[in-house]
């Protein structure tokens, strides 16, 4: 495979000055928390059940402390006094191309970041904080898997991770537009775009305009049901993904928040409204500020936090009983364990169908599908990945659900290919398809 | 991924199941991926009509086209396109297509 | 005062000066400043890291393998108990029997969890494999450190093997993996803040 040798023969290029580029950023990355990290893990091996990938493949490889060691036996041999005296008794090895080499597979090819052994360290590890670290020093040594990199990089070009031109865009939403009229028999129903001062900047994951636009029109539908002031932006800021947060070039992830943080200043909305996507939610949410360095002189929310507000406030009225299949739900790991939102999507689930069932476990505990991570860009993973997702899949079939609802397009892709991998039969939606199948049309 | 033969010609695929050089596609490889990839036993015209749209799209201009694209030049309406591909336009009808795997959370 | 109880005192002081230097160490790399909005209360996250969060049953880790995690347990309470003794027994404090009984009981429970978790160590070979000579190392000196206590218990003359051998484990204490004495705290602080910002702990529902 091309890509796999663009990786391998980068890394045969490696020069003494790359390997300390990369310890320099890894260094760079570290804070006291970090440090105290490295400083904790006591190889107890009871993180080996808390990774779907160790689940499904129990590999001395898939451990997550295993994954750890590798990264902080280099941390030993070049920033601790006892790694330079006694790196045999320690654990401590030097960052030669055999350890980058393990740091990739490690840490692109066996972790989506999901921070569920986070959860269940003994001492209380959170270990994605130091896999962050290493991806971002490979990410200086040149060696991001292609593909990954390839996404970031649509964004850093394009205004958005897909490539999608403007015109391509605009003509996507008026034709959702025209659709969601016919939809509602509402000539009034719009997709507003570029709306100065609207109250909502709505953004989307370029996957829905590209291939999946019905989610959009679902979204739109619900804004549309609670009469909402919002808007989407013509150009530049109507993307939320940034895979940034997953190659960890923070510069990178930087600029291309900016794009959002700009769009908000162009168009004067208050509150910045993010679509139904884990990472794109904890990437805006959560990490943006930090990588701007700089709070927000907006709010950033979740749509699923609104559709609850409108549940809540009585802005819009839901007939459950027009979902009545099986229900259960998905929780992405950037949304819910590293995002903190939790019940909201429970609380409109329950509102806009009869038969809701949980998965278990869920919420903090939930298992990631697989796909998280950046690791539906990575093509060389695949397998990994299907397998890992097999947890999930044993979820799904164990709720016994017909429809599966995940608030993540991410998720949604690699779930709808566990669907077919593991035959699951069963629906994927997002929660705005749900209510907007549900929403009683407001008199 | 194990490679397809076709025409007794043998043609590799990525792990994802994409043609691995997407100048090598012809129709008789579409027919065979869609069993493969899509378990299609059968292509319909209305198959065609999508996979050839998106095919010429692609030779023109290097990318797979906007699902509306498809919708308004197939006439095929949108939520046809769905069942037509179970994996969707992106992982089922691009790949019958010959086209590699779009970038983003596909 | 006798020669070996002054070289506990002394490596005590060097395992507690060397973890303050570790600490000190650590904390140059300086605190994150953060810019975003917090959902939840990092100090509440942090009480529940350190109470709620703790129980057997809040993490899968635990509730998958009690048989690990029991052996942990009492293999910690054994160390400190044997901590315990030999405060008492560098100060010349007399033991009621009764504490003298519970001590025996909790270091037999060291003894068994310290050593079970080593033979852990080395049949399973994912775990050996996670292992380097350091978890060895500091496994058999803390659990050498118990059994020499419990030993102690009944024949006071093994105080000076005890104390050789507490000398050795207090040396090497900050310099391996044991110095996760002081470090399981700073760590779960963060994980606390962290989660606790976040809005995720204390969980709900």
């Known amino acids: 495979m091309p890509e796999l040798d663009e990786l391998e023969s980068r890394l045969d290029a490696l020069t003494e000055a790359d390997f300390q580029q990369g310890l320099e950023v890894f260094r760079g990355k570290l804070k006291k928390a970090e440090a105290s990290y490295l400083n904790s893990c006591v190889h107890c091996g009871l993180c080996a059940s808390s990774c779907h990938y160790h689940r499904m493949d129990s590999t001395l490889e898939n451990i997550p402390a295993h994954k750890l060691e590798l990264i902080s036996s280099v941390f030993k041999r070049n920033f601790t006094t006892m790694g330079r005296i006694a790196p045999g008794l320690v654990g401590a090895k030097p960052f030669d191309r055999e350890m980058a080499k393990a740091w990739i597979d490690a840490v692109f090819g066996r972790c989506s970041l999901c921070g569920r052994c986070s959860i269940n360290c003994t001492i209380g590890i959170a270990l994605p904080k130091i896999f962050r670290a290493a991806r ?139 679509g139904e996507c884990g990472h794109g939610y904890g990437a805006a949410r959560w990490e943006g500020p930090e990588w701007l360095r700089k709070s927000y002189p907006f709010e950033v929310k979740s749509i699923l936090e609104l559709m609850d507000e409108y549940v809540r406030d009585g802005r819009i009225q839901l007939d459950p009983s027009k979902n009545t299949a099986p229900v259960t739900l998905h929780d992405p790991c950037n949304l819910v364990r590293h995002g903190g939102i939790c019940e909201a999507q429970r609380r409109v689930l329950r509102k806009a169908t009869t038969n809701f069932t949980e998965m278990t476990p869920n919420r903090v505990e939930n298992f990631c599908c697989g796909g998280g991570g950046g690791q539906l860009a990575m093509a060389r993973y695949k397998q990994r990945r299907i397998q890992s997702g097999g947890m999930k899949a044993e979820q799904i079939k164990a709720s016994g659900a017909k429809v599966v609802v995940a608030p993540c397009h991410n998720c949604i892709d690699q779930l709808m290919e566990l669907n077919k991998e593991y035959q699951l039969n069963v629906q994927i939606k997002t929660v705005a398809e749900m209510v907007a199948e549900a929403l009683i049309p407001n008199p | 991924m194990s490679p397809v033969v076709c025409n007794g010609q043998s043609v590799e695929l990525s792990e994802e199941g994409f043609l691995v050089d997407p100048s090598l596609w012809n129709e008789e490889l579409a027919v065979l991926l869609a069993k493969a990839e899509e378990g299609l036993d059968q292509l319909t015209d209305d198959h065609w009509s999508v996979i050839r749209f998106i095919r010429g799209h692609f030779v023109a201009n290097n990318n797979a086209p906007m699902v509306r694209s498809i919708c308004k030049t197939t006439g095929v309406p949108l939520k046809r396109i769905y069942e037509l591909f179970p994996s969707g336009p992106a992982k089922g009808a691009c790949k019958l297509a010959g086209l590699p795997k779009p970038d983003g959370c596909v | 005062m006798e020669p070996l109880h002054l070289g506990v005192l002394l490596a005590g002081a060097w395992a507690i000066l060397t973890l303050v230097f570790l600490h000190l160490n650590a ?63 560098i100060f010349g404090l007399e033991l009621p029997p009764s504490l003298v009984f519970l001590a025996r009981i909790l270091t037999v429970g060291g003894v068994l969890g ?24 500091a496994n058999l000196l803390s659990s050498l450190f118990v059994l020499l206590a419990l030993t102690w218990t009944f024949s006071p003359a093994l105080a000076g093997v005890w104390m050789s051998e507490a000398i050795l484990l207090l040396v090497y204490a900050p310099l391996g993996k044991i110095r996760h004495c002081f470090f399981f705290f700073t760590t779960r602080y963060h994980l606390g803040a962290f989660f606790g910002r976040r809005g995720t702990f204390p969980p709900r529902a």
Not at chain 1, 213 to 220: F, I, R, T
Not at chain 3, 114 to 137: E, M, N
């Open chain 3, 114 to 137: 310290g050593f079970s978790l080593f033979g852990k160590r080395i049949f399973k070979p994912q775990l050996r494999g996670l292992s380097c000579p350091d978890d060895f190392v």
């Open chain 1, 136 to 274: 971002a020093a490979l990410g200086a040594m040149g060696l991001v898997p292609p593909d990954l990199q390839a996404t970031v990089d649509n964004s850093l070009l394009h205004g958005n991770n897909m490539a999608v031109t403007k015109q391509d865009w605009v003509e996507t939403v008026q034709w959702i537009e025209e659709e969601l009229q016919l939809e509602t028999g509402d000539p009034g129903a719009k997709l507003p775009l570029d709306k100065q001062g609207a109250k909502f900047l709505f953004t989307v994951n370029p996957r829905e305009p590209k291939f999946f636009p019905l989610s959009l029109q679902a979204s739109a539908k619900v804004f549309w049901a609670a009469k909402e002031d919002w808007t989407l932006a013509s150009d530049g800021g109507w993307d939320l993904t940034n895979y940034g947060l997953f190659n960890c070039n923070d510069e990178q992830a930087g600029t291309i928040t900016k794009h959002l943080v700009d769009a908000m200043a162009r168009l004067g909305c208050k509150t910045l409204v993010i």
């Open chain 3, 27 to 89: 904390k140059a790399y300086g605190k994150r400043t953060l810019y975003s909005k917090p959902a939840g209360d990092s100090v509440q996250g942090v009480v529940y890291a350190f109470t709620k969060g703790m129980a057997p049953w809040a993490k899968e880790s635990v509730r998958m393998n009690l048989p690990s995690y029991a052996a942990g347990m009492v293999f910690h309470a054994g160390v400190f108990t044997a901590f315990g003794l030999l405060f008492a027994a």
